[in-house]
């Protein structure tokens, strides 16, 4: 198997032109971020499972663990190993009496298992060389202090400005990816970075669209 790199997920953002989601999964050691656009109930799922919110009755994601759990197995971890045409590829490693089973898998399934078992998420290399997002690193030039000002204040003021820009420039990497995407384009060709290979139905979306627990959701 390809080198592998550990990720956490950094976060789940919304777009308000549309009923699509993008996962942003975190690079553990460098600062790279990989996009994934997953589905609304998907999101939801995994957006319930990492704000522990209990329901009263178990979702379908639930139940593949209970019954992975029921049959004598185990997720081990869950990886993201191909890129094919702009659709992204996953596998649950599973361990049931000492063998292992991969499970061939959408990402956004194996996230919504990983979150509520705990277990590693490992993304391919290659991957994250290809498709990653890495934030541009800027200069910041300290402001002069003035001869009548307080040098400790001074120092206070520069430190906080510092810390806006640089939490503003960590932002705004993703905006900009956002922005460079033609979200109706890609919905009505079915083009774009994904982990699905038709589009998703909107019937119900509408019904839905509240459903949503705040938290790990941001619109841009």
Do not use: C
Request: proline share 4%; no cysteine; aromatic share 4%.
């Amino acid at each position: 198997m390809a080198d592998l790199v550990e990720a956490t997920i950094d976060s789940i953002r919304m777009s308000l032109t549309s009923q699509q989601r993008i996962i942003i999964l975190k690079d553990i050691k460098q600062e790279r971020y990989l996009p994934i656009w997953i589905g609304p109930y998907e999101s939801e799922s995994i957006s319930i499972a990492l704000q522990e919110i209990e329901i009263s009755r178990p979702q379908t994601h639930d139940l593949i663990k209970d019954a992975i759990i029921e049959l004598g197995g185990s997720i081990t971890r869950i990886i993201i190993n191909e890129l094919k045409d702009d659709i992204f590829y996953g596998v649950i490693e599973i361990v049931q009496k000492n063998k292992k089973i991969q499970l061939d898998t959408r990402p956004s399934d194996a996230l919504a298992l990983a979150v509520r078992t705990h277990v590693p998420i490992f993304i391919a290399d290659d991957i994250m060389l290809s498709a990653s997002i890495v934030p541009v690193e800027e200069e910041y030039v300290s402001k002069e202090i003035d001869q009548n000002e307080n040098p400790i204040t001074a120092a206070e003021n520069s430190s906080v400005d510092m810390k806006e820009e640089i939490d503003s420039d960590r932002l705004s990497v993703f905006e900009e990816y956002l922005k460079n995407l033609d979200i109706d384009n890609d919905l009505s060709d079915n083009n774009g970075i994904s982990d699905e290979e038709e589009p998703y139905d909107d019937e119900d979306d509408d019904e839905d669209e509240d459903d949503y627990p705040d938290g790990n959701i941001n619109a841009i």
